[in-house]
């Protein structure tokens, strides 16, 4: 498992292919945008949430997250990253500072003096 499947799917949110050494790396943010507007099309179809836009973003959004957390905890020749707001150095950790926070300008609101 080199790539998360089906790759016509995912390969959207590819940013670094695997190497020897490294996994393959994919966009969080790119991820969940594809999630969401896939499980969007599902929700659609349930009764429950025809015709409000804002349960159906906020459902397909908790499904999205759901496949998420299931991709990290099964897929482990992979990694999936987030991109600094800023700077769009990849932040490959939960909770973790970019790697270039040394750099005031790429450093977020609430940390700066």
Partial sequence: MRYLEPRSFYDVALVSAPSE??????????????LIDSYSQIVKLEPRYIARDNLIRSESLKRAHSWLRYLRAHYQSVMIAQKC???LTLITE???QCPASDIEACMPL???G
């Fill in 85 to 87: 707001e800023l700077c």
């Fill in 21 to 34: 050494h490294f996994p393959a790396i994919y966009c969080e943010a790119t991820l969940t945008a594809q």
């Fill in 110 to 112: 609430m940390y700066r």
């Fill in 94 to 96: 939960t909770l973790q």
